[in-house]
């Protein structure tokens, strides 16, 4: 639950910045898929983590996904 907790504020966050940042609330329904989709992408869920260009490293560090996506991982299958 503290996983679920953490990533659902990690995200609010997010827009909360967004939100903050940017006053018209159609500029923020184009950007977020932007931002989400490469951090997405670099998470795992859809490459591996292994086979990601060094130049691109960065976009995998500062993934929320990433870091929810692995605490996941760890709490599901740990100690099988």
């Known amino acids: 639950m503290l996983t679920y907790f953490l990533t659902y504020n990690a ?4 827009a ?3 939100g903050a940042a940017i006053a018209n609330k159609q500029v923020i329904n ?6 989400l989709v490469p951090t997405m992408l ?3 869920f859809f490459v591996n983590q292994n086979n ?3 130049f ?3 976009i995998k560090y500062i993934s929320i996904f990433k870091y929810s996506y692995q ?8 100690g099988l």
Do not use: R, S
């Open 52 to 54: 990601i260009p060094w």
């Open 56 to 58: 691109l490293l960065p």
């Open 42 to 44: 670099f998470a795992g």
């Open 71 to 78: 605490a996941y991982f760890l709490n599901e299958f740990e």
């Open 11 to 14: 995200f609010g966050g997010l």
């Open 30 to 35: 184009i950007i977020m898929p932007v931002i």
């Open 16 to 18: 909360y910045i967004l």
